[in-house]
């Protein structure tokens, strides 16, 4: 017989006790010795269940038996056994003489002797997530005192067993993720929202020269490739990445993902190579085009020439076919030689351009294009001036591409919509249209050069040569500017940029 106060002592004691540890096996262990201590029981097993009522973990009152035998017992109790039917039943109960209760399994081997027992649930939130079990060998020995101390000691530990298990899923979720970033093979960093570098993968660590002991570590103004990169992601925040020359053999692409309760996954991607490929490509493309330039220009002027002849209607229509083919190749030639020009940067003079006069321009170019196709074309232009500081032919490129994609891709009827505003630091152009739009896995390589979106099913082949948005992004990233697209298939396409909107005052002439 236990005194009430007695065993209110009792149940803060063990409580402030199980509240000390996190560690599940710990927790467990105290639960099932303080619970014995206390009702002065022999011995008791403890089980633990998951959600689906399986038995996960448990201590047993013979714990010296092989792995495989205790699994066998714990699988019979469970089944045939007092734990199994306090799982059933959700409440606690006496056993007071175990050759008379039905529900007592005597396991074989079992040299403890057992005449009287007492089971209880450990209940959190009206689930049984575990089981303890105590045992004795008076006949007779627990009465209702034990049975409600038991109870009470099993609330505590259903909490203290649920918090320990919720911290042991959460440090296993960790190592995990430490795992799995730090053993990533390109360089990977986990910084939080104020700066902090949680995480860094081995390639990391080797390239920004850190100790694994360095980390976690607070990302400093000290002027790095990386700080750098990362400040102008921040100040472009449509930005996902950014180029960065890191030494002189190597040029990283550095990304970045916000993931929620992560932070900000930094991914540095090695692309020397692949810059290196492309610099071969784009000299070997401007030799070949310059090399083809001259003698198109003379098959051009010769087969302009033909035209003033007397030719048959067959002549004369095959003449045609040859010139519009020897201008299709030129056009490619001139947006390869435009391409090549801007990347690198020998462009034309710069001056102070107004985009609202050049977009208003471009659209009047565009007049016929649009009549002949019956497509509706709207604007929303400010009135004042919107001052970019380029070379108006390559901004006016930057709207003629966007316009006649606009036209050339949208059947007949349809609808474009263009717009110019302006924002504190930028002018902000976008094309509408209510084309086909573009799949979304295809949007990332659609400012690429040469890429055109494969033909959908019913589509219509249109000519083109896949170069006009990266002669597009070229130039807006030329000017410190970024382009982007919208786009959903059957709804249609926005594609727009921003450019670094200059001082308002006009150039003097
Ligand atoms: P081109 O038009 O000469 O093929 P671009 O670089 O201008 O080259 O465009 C690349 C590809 O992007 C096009 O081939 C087309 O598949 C797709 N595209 C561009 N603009 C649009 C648009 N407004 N609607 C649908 N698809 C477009």
Not at 68 to 91: D, T
Not at 103 to 108: G, H, I, R, S, T
Request: with cysteine; glycine share 8%; aromatic share 4%.
């Amino acid at each position: 017989m236990i005194s009430p106060s007695a065993s209110a002592d009792l149940l803060h004691a063990i409580s402030r006790q199980l509240n000390a540890s996190l560690n599940l096996d710990e927790v467990m262990g105290r639960v099932l010795q303080l619970t014995v201590e206390a009702t002065g029981a022999t011995c008791g097993s403890l089980f633990l269940l998951n959600e689906r009522g399986e038995t996960s973990r448990y201590i047993l009152a013979r714990p010296d038996q092989p792995p495989e035998i205790s699994r066998q017992n714990v699988a019979r109790v469970m089944h045939e056994g007092l734990a199994g039917w306090i799982y059933r039943q959700q409440r606690g109960t006496i056993v007071p003489n175990t050759a008379l209760a039905e529900n007592w399994v005597k396991l074989p081997d079992d040299t403890t002797i057992t005449n009287s027992a007492l089971g209880v649930p450990l209940l959190h939130q009206d689930r049984v997530n575990g089981i303890l079990v105590l045992h004795h060998e008076q006949v007779g020995f627990f009465d209702e005192t034990h049975l409600s101390l038991a109870t009470g000691i099993a609330g505590q530990a259903a909490i203290a067993i649920e918090n320990a298990r919720l911290f042991t899923r959460l440090k296993n979720e960790h190592a995990t993720l430490y795992s799995l970033i730090t053993g990533m093979p390109i360089p990977v960093l986990v910084i939080d929202p104020d700066g902090l570098i949680l995480l860094a993968s081995q390639a990391a660590r080797q390239l920004l020269q850190l100790d694994q002991d360095q980390i976690p570590l607070r990302l400093l103004n000290d002027g790095s490739k990386l700080e750098a990169a990362l400040k102008n992601l921040r100040q472009n925040p449509q930005r996902r990445s950014v180029e960065v020359q890191w030494s002189d053999k190597q040029i990283f692409n550095v990304a970045i993902n916000q993931v929620p309760q992560l932070g900000t996954v930094v991914t540095l991607n090695d692309i020397s190579e692949l810059k290196e490929l492309d610099e071969m490509k784009s000299i070997f493309v401007e030799t070949v085009s310059h090399d083809l330039k001259n003698p198109l220009s003379t098959i051009h002027g010769y087969a302009t020439l033909l035209g003033a002849e007397n030719l048959s209607n067959r002549g004369r229509a095959n003449l045609e076919g040859l010139l519009q083919g020897v201008e299709r190749i030129q056009t490619l030639i001139q947006n390869l030689l435009d391409l090549s020009r801007i990347e690198s940067g020998i462009d034309e003079q710069v001056e102070l351009c107004d985009m609202v006069e050049i977009v208003e321009d471009v659209i009047a170019n565009f007049e016929l294009a649009v009549a002949e196709k019956e497509i509706t074309l709207t604007k929303d232009l400010p009135t004042g001036m919107l001052h970019v500081a380029g070379n108006s032919l390559r901004l006016s490129q930057i709207v003629e591409n966007f316009i006649s994609n606009a036209i050339k891709y949208t059947p007949r009827s349809g609808k474009i919509f263009v717009g110019l505003s302006k924002t504190e630091t930028q002018v902000r152009l976008h094309v509408s249209d209510n084309g086909p739009g573009i799949p979304l896995a295809e949007q990332v390589k659609i400012f690429e050069k040469f890429y055109r979106v494969p033909l959908m099913e019913d589509g219509e082949w249109i000519e083109g040569t896949g170069l006009g948005l990266s002669i597009v992004k070229a130039i807006v990233e030329g000017y410190g500017g970024q382009v982007w697209l919208d786009s959903e298939v059957g709804v249609g396409s926005t594609f727009g940029c921003t450019l670094p909107l200059a001082a308002a005052t006009p150039p003097s002439v």
